[in-house]
């Protein structure tokens, strides 16, 4: 299988680390974190990987017990555990319990059908 790139613009952030999980998406598997390039964070994983995003000192809005969905997912994969209420309370993890990206390449152009 293929690498896919994650890249999430946080500039605020002081780090952004990608979370992987099982593919059920209810055990964390590790942390890596990815590289600063200017105002984004980026990184790859293998396709097929379950991941989150966990984005460090953002500002009073942050919350680094977060598990995030990556906003560019071309999959998301809601666990078993899903609750809506443990995203809610500051401070509580969520890890295992709130919506995951599946990382998947993206699709080759397809080209136009228009005459010219």
Known sequence: MSDVGVRVHAPA??????VH???????????????RRGAQWVGQVPAGT?????????GVRGDPSKV????????????????????ARHGVSNSGRGPLAVARPARPARPSRRST
């Open 21 to 35: 999980f099982d593919e059920t998406g209810t055990t964390e598997l590790g942390r890596a974190r990815l590289e």
């Open 68 to 87: 995030l969905l990556d906003p560019a997912a071309r999959e998301v994969l809601f666990p078993a555990g899903f609750s809506r209420q443990a995203a």
């Open 13 to 18: 952030a002081s780090a952004v680390d990608i």
């Open 50 to 58: 379950v991941y989150g995003l966990v984005a460090r000192d953002t």
